[in-house]
């Protein structure tokens, strides 16, 4: 049963949701009132026209080709200057001024509605002696040569760990390199690297039952977010060594694969697969993204998932736990780590509104999300591109994903930054469910 602060929590969020939607209102309603009939209808056709043109061009410009996609690019960017202009030149600067301190309003009253504050879940820690025998694999040229810039080799001899350097021109099984260790008596495995080079070494960790050391040395390292770490300090990850608690969180598994964040199906897997992608990721989406939006743009993909069937996504996302509501591409922070479930993430964009209004969250057609504990993708090809914590492979389909709750012990320092509040961004699809009371 909710507690009294609970309720008053919920009811107060339920106010700032609807006092957003009245700061809406007015900026939609007082340029009618004080622009008349005519002056209104002319308005508002250049409103809506330019919010038209806008979205068009801008879709027009991310599914176009050459020269024609950057004249789209600056239509789509003057449009909304050229509206603005029309209302200067009617008079109607104060009313400009009075709508858009009206949408400041909603958008602040909108995140207080959503903010969820104080409910974060904190994270059961447990007492455990320094490890003996630690074994560390460590890619240095992660993070634009982070391994190296840190000096972590030498500071992880000094605190007893034995280092493999993934630092020969020839493929290395990291896999094989955390069993050959374990064979030698190494009491904790650890990596430092992208979420990939993690992944392969906790999927071992696991297996044996060992701690897992995560030291936050790759690109983006979404699992040491998660995980309380901070990204931009690996040094202090390695202070686990010494000082270190142990947590229990779930592992994905992709048939026999782990993943520690993230698997990803269709439209983003298939840009992860191009091998221009990691030295230009924004020209790579740039150029493919107009051919897989369009008909005949990969494989077709049906996603089953608890008692739901999704036939024809363009993408999917299957996490190890569920991201935010608002978070469609799984690059923020995920509830938690160990509620023992995926998050399946699908979405269907067939058109410029959609595509807008789904990104926008205005409305919710073409997305489903879901919390499992199992999901099948299967495709009308026998290999398909799956990328897994952004490392691309080709898999055999049809790819079956479970979550293994508790199956990772993770060694993490006693005195780091925890997981940090997310950014409140607004979703006005759950604000209208909270305003008038369809949701908690």
């Not at 507690?3 to 969020?13: D, P, Q, V």
């Not at 040229?141 to 350097?165: F, I, N, P």
């Not at 790759?218 to 270190?244: I, K, M, S, Y």
Request: with cysteine.
């Amino acid at each position: 049963m909710a507690t009294t602060a609970g309720k008053r929590s919920i009811r107060a969020r339920r106010w700032w949701a609807r006092v957003a939607f009245a700061a809406l209102i007015v900026a939609v309603l007082l340029p009618i009132v004080v622009a008349g009939l005519f002056g209104t209808l002319a308005l508002l056709a250049s409103a809506f026209g330019g919010v038209a043109v806008m979205v068009a061009f801008g879709y027009w410009f991310l599914t176009g080709h050459g020269v024609a996609r950057w004249i789209c690019l600056a239509v789509a960017l003057l449009t909304p200057i050229a509206v603005l202009i029309l209302f200067v030149q009617q008079n109607l600067l104060w009313v400009v001024l009075v709508v858009a301190a009206a949408v400041v309003v909603a958008g602040a009253c909108g995140r207080l509605a959503l903010s969820e504050g104080g409910h974060e879940r904190s994270v059961v820690e447990h007492e455990v002696p320094p490890p003996k025998r630690p074994f560390l694999v460590m890619n240095p040229h992660s993070g634009g040569g982070t391994v190296v810039k840190h000096d972590l080799v030498r500071r992880a001899e000094e605190l007893g760990a034995e280092v493999a350097l993934l630092d020969g021109p020839e493929i290395i099984d990291v896999a094989e390199l955390a069993r050959q260790a374990v064979a030698r008596g190494a009491d904790l495995l650890g990596a430092a690297g992208g979420d990939g080079t993690q992944a392969l070494v906790a999927a071992v960790a696991a297996e044996h039952d060992l701690p897992f050391l995560v030291v936050s040395a790759g690109t983006r390292n979404h699992f040491a977010l998660d995980l309380g770490l901070d990204r931009g300090d690996p040094v202090a990850c390695l202070d686990a060594l010494r000082d270190g608690v142990e947590i229990r969180v779930d592992l994905g598994m992709l048939g026999d694969r782990a993943f520690v964040n993230n698997a990803s199906f269709g439209v983003y897997a298939e840009i992860v697969r191009s091998p221009a992608y990691r030295d230009d990721k924004g020209g790579t989406v740039l150029r493919m993204l107009p051919e897989l939006l369009g008909e005949g743009g990969g494989a077709r993909l049906t996603v089953r998932a608890g008692n739901v069937t999704v036939d024809g996504p363009q993408a999917i996302l299957v996490s190890n736990g569920t991201y935010r509501t608002n978070d469609l591409a799984g690059l923020g922070q995920r509830t938690a780590l160990d509620d023992g479930v995926l998050g399946v993430v699908t979405v269907s964009v067939s058109s410029a509104r959609d595509a807008v209004g789904l990104f926008g969250r205005t409305h919710e057609r073409g997305l489903t999300q879901l919390a499992v504990t199992a999901a099948e993708i299967d495709a009308d090809v026998d290999e398909i591109p799956v990328g897994v914590d952004g490392e691309s492979l080709m898999i055999r389909t049809p790819v079956h994903c479970v979550v293994v709750p508790g199956a990772l012990r993770v060694r993490v320092p006693r005195n780091r930054p925890g997981a940090r509040p997310p950014k409140v961004t607004l979703d006005w699809v759950r604000l209208r469910a909270l305003a008038w009371g369809r949701a908690t």
